[in-house]
């Protein structure tokens, strides 16, 4: 996690878990973003791919251009020559032509870029359920499946129930 990764978990979310030391409590590992040596810098340290949430526009622009300043740059580097999936969920608005610029060329290498945009076609209760449908499709994009089983892991769009004005299937 970057520094300002940390300072991004701490002003969005509630304590007890705003902190880097309680999302790392729920790592099997965790590495220093300045260890460039980490085994996860390395093709050969296996993974499904990697997501980046929130990916900066510095961080962006680093994997773009291939300057491996950190550690979370060198791993999304990694991930794209080893054609793995990297997901780069970019928060920023408005974009640049820069941005957009950079975007364009880390999807050309294949990376996704998924701006999490909230669902309201999904009519969520709460913005926990659009966070929750935001992360479910992110996770998607690796083909992982969720503890859960696939009936626990979020709504799923089954089309619109025109029957009730429009509103989702359940």
């Keep these: 996690m970057s520094k300002w990764g940390g300072a991004t978990l701490k002003y969005e979310l509630d304590a007890p878990n705003n902190t880097p030391q309680y999302l ?18 390395s093709g050969s340290f296996r993974t499904d791919g990697m997501i980046i949430v929130p990916c900066s526009m510095k961080t962006l622009a680093g994997i773009r251009m ?3 300043s950190d550690l979370i740059v060198r791993a999304a ?5 080893e054609r793995r999936r990297l997901v780069l969920v970019a928060r920023e608005t408005p974009l640049s032509s820069i941005h957009l610029e950079n975007m364009l060329e880390v999807t050309k290498a294949s990376a996704v870029v998924f701006p999490p945009v909230m669902a309201f ?7 926990q359920d659009m966070v929750d449908q935001s992360v479910m499709r992110m996770i998607d994009l ?23 004005k429009g509103k989702p299937k359940p």
């Design 121 to 127: 076609y999904t009519r969520p209760n709460s913005i």
């Design 24 to 41: 790392e409590s729920l790592a099997s590992v965790t590495y220093s973003p300045l260890d460039v040596s980490a085994s996860i810098s």
């Design 142 to 164: 690796l083909d992982l499946k969720l503890v859960g089983g696939e009936d626990e892991d979020g709504v799923r769009w089954a089309g619109f129930d025109w029957a009730t």
């Design 77 to 81: 580097s990694v991930t794209l020559k």
């Design 66 to 68: 291939g300057y491996d």
